[in-house]
């Protein structure tokens, strides 16, 4: 305890002169983030403030037109005012945005209670084992660390193949990991020495001490995340963090209320510090919810890639979500399918995807995690300086992607967010996973699954690669609009399709592609959507979500997104089939405007 206070005295002196955070209090309705056009200065918003009775709280840190006001109550408002009262604030012409705080339901993405399983694929992994890399450390746990090759009964394909990276002397030096999560037991004994306070924050409490809350069971999420990361190597304490000579601290932001002031702020947190920020959780994994990081928050993201890492980009990576057996798909969770984060499943210790992880288009690659109850889980810290063997769920998968991004990262720190996702997809393997699972191959020969994306991550494969690779060309972004086609059989069998010609060759080698969708429905969870790229590949953009019932505004702009096509030539004629399956006969009741949206560059990424 005598401890733990030095070091939250520590980090406070450390801190306090760099952070000006602020807390919210309920109610949250009465906050409203503000953009005002152009540059702004505190005059402006002072001005725009009074002139719509709201108080000036503050200047969001690192935006330089983005400010938080506060709603003045009635009895506030000089009497002779009363009448111009509050307007909405999008109304007044200085305004670009206005955004009213509300409370975020968010959920962890681990396993707490298990489904029945139905899955009884037969799994047909490679079993010539032959153990090339001898077991080097003396961790507790070390044993149970299947998934980086330590136990010889297991076939040898069933790891992430970390240990020819030690080899190197490559262990994640220098790169700082922050996990957005519910706190770290930072004097943790197999924490302590990697533990980083200035890449640490509180938001609930907006202050420097991300401790978990003591005594909270529910709040062990966080450090079971940032062991995986970094937990210190041969102390004979739990087992070994992918990258256990990384830097590892927390952005405390659940376990309080989280709204979008809080996302975005987190998600921007320590930008000039933080190479990799891994994020294990989301939207509720329900199969209904449809939601989208707030409009700050997706301001954060795109300045954490534009200027995060001194330019080249923050890394965001992100659990897929565990809704799959309730038919849930990534794609309607808009933080998983947005371009700037890499989407994490996870694949059991047979090599199968897992019953819970969730596809979609934008699933980039997969680790391992838990199976069913009786299969091995994941190895980490546990708060109360303990351990556990029992990681689960798509949370446990996004922070292995993370340790092996770090070790990317110190083999060749020039790369940029976008390096990093092409160095996945051509360095993840397919080879152990089953084959059964959705495989298709894409108009440039990579082999795609919205399951289990471009396959497993592979540490050695990728560090190789990183190593040699060179700076991918400048993006370039081509949006073409979509025209409705009417054909009689299509109404006959309930599909609409919509036609998209690029015709320019700006972009040759296609990164992510976007669908942004707008219709109006009856039963949003009947829909299903295929797009097909003029290569001829064909992919599942919406699954069917039987527990969607949501009608009216289905799809407001929704930017479904792909990775399916990655590096192929986006030239011709793209469709979008969307199929609806109830048997309404007018479950959708317009639809519109549509527009494809296309990420890439004119020449092609190479190596050295
Ligand atoms: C868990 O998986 C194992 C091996 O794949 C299988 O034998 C077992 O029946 C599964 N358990 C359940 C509860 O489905
Ligand atoms: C090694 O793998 C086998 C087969 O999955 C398992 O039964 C055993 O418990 C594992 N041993 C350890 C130490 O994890
Ligand atoms: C990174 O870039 C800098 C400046 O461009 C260069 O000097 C350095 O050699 C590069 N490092 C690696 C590992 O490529
Ligand atoms: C594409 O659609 C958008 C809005 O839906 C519209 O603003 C834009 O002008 C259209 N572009 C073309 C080239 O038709």
């Known amino acids: ?79 002779g005012n009363k009448r111009s009262g509050h307007k909405p604030l999008q109304e007044d012409s200085r305004v670009l945005w206005a955004s009213q705080q509300k409370i975020l339901q968010r959920d962890k993405r681990d396993l707490i209670n298990y489904d029945e399983d139905d899955y009884n694929e037969i799994e047909d992994h490679n079993s010539n084992y032959k153990q090339t890399h001898q077991p080097t450390f003396n961790d507790e746990l070390w044993e149970h660390q299947w998934y980086m090759s330590t136990n010889s009964s297991l076939p040898k394909a069933l790891n992430l193949n970390v240990l020819p990276v030690y080899a190197k002397g490559i262990t994640g030096r220098n790169v700082r990991v922050a996990v957005l999560d519910d706190g770290i037991e930072y004097d943790h004994e197999d ?51 992918i990258a256990f000579n990384s830097r590892i601290g927390c952005i405390k932001m659940l376990g309080g209320l989280v709204y979008d002031l809080l996302e975005g702020s987190s998600l921007g947190f ?29 301001e954060a993201l ?21 809704g799959r057996k309730k038919g ?35 699933v980039m690659t997969v680790t391992y995690s838990s199976g069913n109850d009786s299969d091995q889980m994941i190895t980490t810290t546990d708060v ?13 998968s996004a922070p292995l992607a993370a340790g092996i991004i770090a070790l990317g990262l110190e083999a060749n720190p020039n790369l940029s967010w976008r390096d990093v996702q092409h160095i996945i997809v051509r360095s993840a393997t397919r ?56 054909n009689p059989a299509d109404a006959l069998s309930n599909t609409k399709r919509i036609i998209f010609a690029y015709t320019a060759k700006t972009i040759r080698h296609l990164e992510h592609v976007q669908v942004i969708f707008t219709a109006t429905c009856q039963c949003r969870g009947a829909l299903e959507m295929y797009l097909s790229s003029p290569s001829g590949t064909q992919t599942t953009i919406l699954d ?50 549509v527009q494809l949206v296309l990420y890439g560059t004119t020449h092609a990424p190479s190596t050295t």
Request: charged share 20%; aromatic share 12%; net charge neutral.
């Open 431 to 486: 080879e152990p996973l089953t084959k059964g699972d959705d495989w298709q191959k894409n108009g440039a020969g990579l082999m795609y699954s919205t399951k289990l994306g471009f396959g497993l991550m592979d540490a050695d494969a990728f560090v190789n690669l990183a190593q040699r690779w060179r700076t991918v060309p400048k993006q370039k972004i081509a949006k073409v609009n979509g025209s409705l086609i009417e």
């Open 191 to 241: 924490l302590i020495q990697n533990y980083d306070p200035q890449i640490s924050w509180n938001y609930n409490e907006d202050n420097a001490d991300p401790y978990p809350k003591p005594d909270d069971d529910d709040s062990s999420h966080g450090t079971r995340c940032a062991g995986e990361i970094a937990m210190m190597a041969n102390n004979k304490k739990c087992g070994v963090g």
């Open 328 to 362: 849930d798909n990534c794609n309607c969770d808009g933080y998983a399918a947005s371009i700037y984060t890499i989407t994490v499943g996870s694949a059991d210790d047979k090599g199968r995807g897992a019953w819970y992880s969730e596809k979609c288009a934008s």
């Open 544 to 593: 069917r979500r039987p527990r969607d019932f949501y009608a009216d505004n289905c799809f407001d702009s929704w930017p479904f997104m792909s990775v399916a096509t990655w590096s192929e030539n986006p030239y011709g004629q793209w469709q979008l089939e969307i199929r609806d399956s109830s048997s309404m006969g007018n479950n959708i009741r317009s639809i519109g405007p």
């Open 1 to 79: 305890m005598c401890f733990r206070n030095v070091v939250v005295f520590m980090v406070s002196i450390l801190l306090i002169s760099l952070i000006d955070g602020f807390k919210l209090n309920a109610p949250l309705d009465k906050y409203f983030l503000v953009a005002l056009k152009d540059y702004s200065s505190f005059v402006d918003a002072l001005q725009v403030a009074r002139h719509n009775h709201y108080k000036f709280v503050k200047k969001i840190d690192g935006f330089q037109n983005i400010f938080l006001f506060e709603k003045l109550p009635e009895w506030k408002i000089g009497y």
């Open 302 to 322: 795109e300045r954490g890639v534009a200027l995060g890492r001194r330019g080249l980009g923050s890394i965001y990576v992100w659990a897929s979500g565990n």
């Open 270 to 298: 320590g930008l000039d510090k933080v190479d990799i920020y891994s994020s294990s959780w989301g939207p509720m994994d329900n199969g209904q919810t449809m939601e989208a990081p707030g409009i700050f928050a997706k």
């Open 384 to 396: 109360g300086n303990s351990c556990t063997v029992q990681h689960t769920g798509t949370s446990a």
